[in-house]
Nanobody, 116 residues
Framework: QVQLVESGGGLVQPGGSLRLSCTAS????????MNWYRQAPGKERGLERE????????????NYADSVKGRFTISRNNARKTVYLQMNNLEPDDTAVYYC?????WGQGTQVTVSS
């Protein structure tokens, strides 16, 4: 059974940091590029969903949305079948449910709330 399980979300003050994790099972993780998306409050998945960061299979190539460049870092550990999103200098506009995706597979999401 394919699973992607995100964790690490929570409530953080502006300027703070969080590290999200997404652990995979049931498929060949190391052969998939991995992606982090986010869905802002009030928007259903599939509408206004923002691609935040991507990483290729060996971790050598990454790409970021302009809104998070210089603040977020995506990385992966293929041995642990896990992809990470390090988020620094968080802003209220970063508040969203964060999802990881591998091909057609999606996780259930983890809530990130940035508020004072």
């Amino acid at each position: 059974q394919v699973q992607l399980v995100e964790s690490g979300g929570g409530l953080v003050q502006p300027g703070g940091s969080l590290r999200l994790s997404c652990t995979a099972s049931g498929f060949a993780f190391s052969t998939y590029a991995m992606n982090w998306y986010r869905q802002a409050p009030g928007k259903e998945r599939g509408l206004e969903r923002e691609l935040v960061a991507t990483i290729n299979t060996n971790g050598g190539t990454t790409n970021y949305a302009d809104s998070v460049k210089g603040r977020f870092t995506i990385s992966r550990n293929n041995a642990r079948k896990t992809v990470y999103l390090q988020m620094n200098n968080l802003e209220p506009d970063d508040t969203a449910v964060y999802y990881c995706r591998a091909g057609a597979y999606w996780g259930q999401g983890t809530q990130v709330t940035v508020s004072s």
